[in-house]
């Protein structure tokens, strides 16, 4: 079974600042598709950022990055010049070729003014 | 273009009642997904389609769970007879393939059961 795991329950940063929300995988897939959601107080699920595993290069979408490291089976997402708007929990995903989409359980996120 | 839409946003029903989740997916996406969202257990697959075709039901709680897809554009999730501990954030997803493709999600569905 595959399994995704976020271990940090709880991060805060400064506004303006940059941080990282961690994740790793476990699975014997060779191809797979990797995202980061974000659920602010809302609960809308809204996609963040992509990665394809066969694609060397890091996902970046605006002020949202990865660090994708397939031998180590990590998928960071980094944020830079956090804003408000960006307090939420996000929520990394896995889904290897015909099987389904695993949530690891997700990280809050708390910007401080 | 308007994204995944569900109805209602809030239900609160009393135990026994029957409960109807209803979706409408991305026009030209052809797969659809119904998860459950809970603290104790996080988001979980229920069911998903393609192509109007269930496909995957293995994450369907029991038999008073049953979903449907008559057509493309339309999708429900009935609950009969609902319990309390049905209560949860239901959220429906569709997707342009099937599986291979990035998951949009709906505003959900916030079921509380007396």
């Known amino acids: 079974a595959q399994t995704v795991t976020q271990s940090q329950p709880e991060m805060s940063v400064q506004e303006a600042e940059t941080v990282t929300l961690s994740c790793t995988y476990d699975?014997?897939?060779?191809?797979?598709?990797l995202f980061w959601y974000k659920q602010p107080p809302s609960r809308q699920m809204i996609l963040v950022i992509r990665?394809?595993?066969?694609?060397?290069q890091n996902a970046t979408e605006n002020r949202f990055s990865v660090n994708f490291q397939k031998a180590a089976k990590s998928f960071s997402l980094k944020i830079s010049d956090s804003q408000l708007g960006d307090a939420a929990m996000y929520f990394c995903?896995?889904?290897?070729?015909?099987?389904?989409?695993?949530f690891g359980t997700g990280t809050r996120l708390t910007i401080i003014p | 273009d308007a994204g995944v839409i569900q109805s209602p946003r809030h239900e609160v029903t009393e135990m026994g009642q029957e409960v109807t989740l209803r979706c409408k997916p991305i026009?030209?996406?052809?797969?659809l997904f119904w998860y459950r969202q809970t603290m104790m257990r996080g988001l979980e697959l229920l069911i998903y389609?393609?192509?109007?075709?269930?496909?995957?039901d293995s994450g369907m709680p029991e038999d008073r769970f049953s979903a449907k897809m008559p057509n493309a554009s339309f999708s429900t999730l009935k609950i009969q007879p609902s319990e309390p501990r049905d209560s949860a954030v239901y959220f429906c997803?569709?997707?342009?393939?099937?599986?291979?493709?990035?998951?949009?999600f709906g505003p959900g569905t916030r079921l509380t059961v007396t």
């Open positions: 997803a569709s997707s342009r393939g099937r599986q291979h493709y990035e998951q949009y």
């Open positions: 699975t014997s897939e060779s191809d797979y598709y």
């Open positions: 990665q394809e595993a066969y694609k060397q």
């Open positions: 995903a896995f889904l290897p070729y015909g099987e389904k989409l695993t």
């Open positions: 026009s030209g996406h052809n797969s």
């Open positions: 389609f393609n192509n109007n075709v269930p496909i995957d």
